[in-house]
Structure formats: C-alpha cells, structure tokens
C-alpha cells in the first residue's frame, strides 16, 4: 500500500501540488508518495518562520525554551518504538542499530544542547576612559533567525536533531529539508513539536530533493538567515554558491575517505571489532568510516584474514529479523554508485579478499538494494578506489613500516574528517592523533561521542565546528554593549 507524507509547516501538515516517489531499500518497491515543496510553500514557510520570531518563541525565556527542549527529548522517549519503526522503514538498518544508537542520540541531542546553552557564559571587559569613570562592556547571544537545515539519509534522525537541538535550543526559527530518501523522521517529529507545544513555525520540515528543487529554494530564500548542511562535498560547493547571496553563515559538515592506522602493539580482538565497526556499520554509510586502513606490516597477514572472518560473520537481512546486523543501501542508485566502485577495484587491480558482489536475496526482497562487505588489498595510494569516497560497506587494507610512512599516507587525501588509531603505545597515540589532518580523531575506539566536543572536518571535510559551545557560535550571534558610566 502506499503512503503519502505532508509536510508541515507553522504547526500544521499540508499537502504539495507535486510530488514524487519513494521506495523501499528492502525492495525497490515504491512505498510511498513525498510531497516536493515549491519556491510558493519555501515562500509560506520562511514568512511562519519569521513570524515566529517575533511571537510568543522570541518572548520565551531560556529557561522556559530550554524546559520544553527537555519535553520533546521526554516525547520522542515516550515515542520511541514510533521512531524506531520509522527510521528502519526508511533506512532498512537494522532495529538494533536505530534503538541503540540512532534514536537515543536524536532524544539526546534536545537534552544535551538544552544544558549547554544555559550554561555557557558571555564575555565582560571593564574599559578604563579618560575622564575616570571608565566603561563596562558586555556580550550578548541573540539567535541567528530562520536556519535552513539541510540532511542527508545516512543517519537521518541523529543528524538532523544533531542541529535542530542546539538552533531551537539557541531560540532560531529551523525549516528542515530532509532527504528524499528519509523523510519520516523529521515529520514525526513535528508531530512532537505540535504535542509538547513549542509555538507554530518554529519547526517546520519542507520535503522535495536537493538541486532545482526545495533544497536549493530553501537556500537561495534571502529571509533563511543561516544554513547548516550535512551532505557530499559537491552540494556543500553548490549550496555555499547560494549562501554566497546575501552573505549568509553556513556550517558543513561534508564527505570523507577516512584511514584507520592499526599498530602492531594493538589488541588485535579490540582492534578487529572496532575496525569491523567502523568499516561496516550502517552499512558502510557512515561519513565517519573507514575506507582505507594501514596496518603494521608485521600483523598485516593475520589482520586481513581476521578482518575477513569479521566481515563473513556480517548477517544481511530485513531490520526486524532477530540477529540481523547489516542492512541494504539506501536506494538503487547508491547500489549501482557503489557497485561502479566494487567493478572499478578489479580494473585497477585489487585483490578481492572478500565480498565484491550482491547476495542472492529471496522473492519481493530479490530487487532491494543489498551488497556485501567487501575487502581489497593490493591497490596503489593513485587508484580512484583510494581516493574517492565510496560510502560503502568497502575498505582497503595497505601494509606499513614506519609512524612517518603512515601519517603521510593518512593525510594524502583532499578530504579531512576523522581518524582511528589502535596501538597499546599512549605516546604514540598522542603523537601520531596530532599529526593526522582530520576535525575528529578516535584512538582505540570509534565513533565514541560526547556532545560537548568540537565535531567537524578539515580540508573538503567541511567548515566550521558544531557540538558543545561551538554549536553557540554558528547557532547565535554576539552582540556587545558598551556603556560609559
Ligand atoms: P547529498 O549531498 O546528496 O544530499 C544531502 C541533502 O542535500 C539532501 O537533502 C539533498 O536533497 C540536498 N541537496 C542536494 N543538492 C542540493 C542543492 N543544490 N541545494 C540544496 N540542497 C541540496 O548527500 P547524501 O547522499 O544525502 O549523503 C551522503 C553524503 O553525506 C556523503 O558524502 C557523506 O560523507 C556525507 N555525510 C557527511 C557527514 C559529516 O558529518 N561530515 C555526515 C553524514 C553524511
Ligand atoms: O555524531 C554526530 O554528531 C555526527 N554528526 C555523526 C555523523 C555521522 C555521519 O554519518
């Protein structure tokens, strides 16, 4: 049966005059009808937005904005297995990856950027005047305005409550452009928004795609006053051309090709599971895995045949299956992208460990969009395979002998997002951590976050930093007052 989604916008779901089709990552089927917002609705929904502003949401305290941030954490609690079902029917991850990871992190970024925001302190200089009786200067935080927020489908919930949480938390007004491919989440959550009560137009989520469409509406409107945009490293080129008119702020968060840097000195079981982790999880989809890993020649051997068992044990299957861990890509298209990139691995003369292909799926789930974990060896630091971002269930494995050798095969990319390195050496750690170019770096772990940390990319990685204090500085402005006494 299929479903047709609204958007909603200034506290109400509406329809579109247009709209396009959504399928099933386990199928291929279409399941649903998305409404594709125009340049009128963008028009509508920046004006809600703008009123909001200046209505009972710019007369709310902190600490009354903040307890109600807290109430649509409590909500989406309450909600949980609502968000759960949702974001797996979109995704095709597994159920136990959406409930101990992705949902929990969506309540957790309202929860967490509510404390922080009440709890960052402005800055004073007392200026000493000519006549004696000498100035006192002050900060203050006003919100940006109306922030576009722009997702991509990898981790949809996280990702766009990742900057929701501290834009509302801040006092913005957001319009929400989620992907294509996953807009349920973002609509649930209006559903939220409207129960706990937060005011018409604060939260508002346009559906439609990205290029000539409502993405690009939404950043070309010159009453959007801020953008932050998680996505590839060509949108982020297209959308800062936007942004460019009218000097609008933006904070990207953008692709990567990440190396994992495995020790000889590791604990080779710790080291398997985090780097099967961080290879595999969601499928590869995570902009913060890793596609290429280095290891010291003397395990390199022993690493690839266990990293190989590693990936062999992967069970594929429907999300709600008991004991499945790895689901499809998001959709055909990335399928196809993905397996461009397993075909070009064999032209350019890898090895093939492992994987390399589909797996035989059974009946309706024969056309979904599932691949399998996959393993190289043997390809130069020249091959596209090591260069371009994948966003796969894919890495490379290169052998290494020396700490200088592996900081400059790690660094030799355009892109700069996140690292991690395993050695049971803590100087080591701390030496090599400060020289590998990227905004994050794990070592002995993966994807450990706390949210009070700077979180970001360096060269093509992206721009800017958000998590903790630094989600303030793109999420408000500040103001001083001067004032003679
Ligand atoms: P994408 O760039 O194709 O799309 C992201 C969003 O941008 C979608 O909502 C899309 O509709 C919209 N969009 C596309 N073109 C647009 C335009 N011209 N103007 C305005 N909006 C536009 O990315 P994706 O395929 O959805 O996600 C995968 C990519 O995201 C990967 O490159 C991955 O590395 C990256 N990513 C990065 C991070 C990070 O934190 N650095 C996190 C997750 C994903
Ligand atoms: O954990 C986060 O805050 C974050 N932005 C994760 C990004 C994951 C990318 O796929």
Known sequence: MTHSYQQFID??????SSTFEKRSPLTNQVTALVPEADRGQVDETVRAARAALSGPWGDMTMDDRCALMHKVADEITRRFDDFVEAEMNDTGQPRVVMEHAFIPRGAANFRIFADVVK?????SFELPTPDGAGALNYAV?????????IC?????????????GPALACGNAVIVKPSEETPSTALLLGEVMRDVGVPDGVYNVLTGKGADSTGQFITEHPGVDAITFTGETGTGEAIMRSAANGIRDISFELGGKNAGIVFADCDLDKTIEGIGRSCFLNSGQVCLGTERVYVERPIFDEFVARLKDKAESFRIGLPTESGINMGPLISKVHQQKVLSYYRLAEEEGATVVTGGGVPPMADEYADGCWIEPTIWTGLPEDARVMREEIFGPCVHLTPFDSEDEVVALANDTEYGLSTTIWTENLSRAHRVARRVDVGITWVNSWFLRDLRTPFGGSKQSGIGREGGVH????YTEMRNVCIKL
């Open 141 to 149: 935080r006003v919100p940006k305005g109306v922030v576009g927020v």
């Open 471 to 474: 989600s303030l500085e793109f």
């Open 11 to 16: 506290g109400r779901f509406a329809d579109s």
């Open 152 to 164: 991509p489908w990898n981790a949809p919930f996280l990702l766009m409550t990742w900057k929701v």
């Open 119 to 123: 709890n960052v302190p402005t800055e």
